[in-house]
């Protein structure tokens, strides 16, 4: 009788921050930390939200400060960013709603989930950005 070689079972550990660059996360993975990036700079910028909110509204001298303020590109990168963090944020919660309602559980369907609201986000943002630098 010939002896039986068994192959070693992969050895699953914990990925350390020096592991980041080389470890090669699935879509979804991506998706899934992109969507905490995303509720944590909303998180952030909600000062400035409130601000040009309680400003646009308070009197038309308010609306051209916040108008005047947003007309500088650095001020249009940050909504452009901004308006990412709120597109891919709710693209990537509806994505998970879905997935709850349809029991979508299998790994491709994550993975076309995920793909699908990638690109609804970063095809939002486009748009907006299009609309943003040209004022068309």
Sequence with gaps: MQPVHKRPRPEFRNIHVTDLMSYRLPLAGIVSILHRV??????????????????????????????????????????????????HHLCAGLRHVLMEVCHAVAKDQGRRWAAVSLVASLLLTAAFGFQLFTGV
């Design 38 to 87: 995303s509720g944590a700079s909303m998180f952030v910028l909600l000062p400035l939200v409130l601000w040009a909110f309680d400003a646009s509204l308070s009197s038309s001298q308010g609306w051209s400060a916040v108008a005047s303020a947003f007309s500088a590109w650095p001020m249009k990168i940050v909504a452009l960013g901004l308006f990412w963090a709120l597109a």
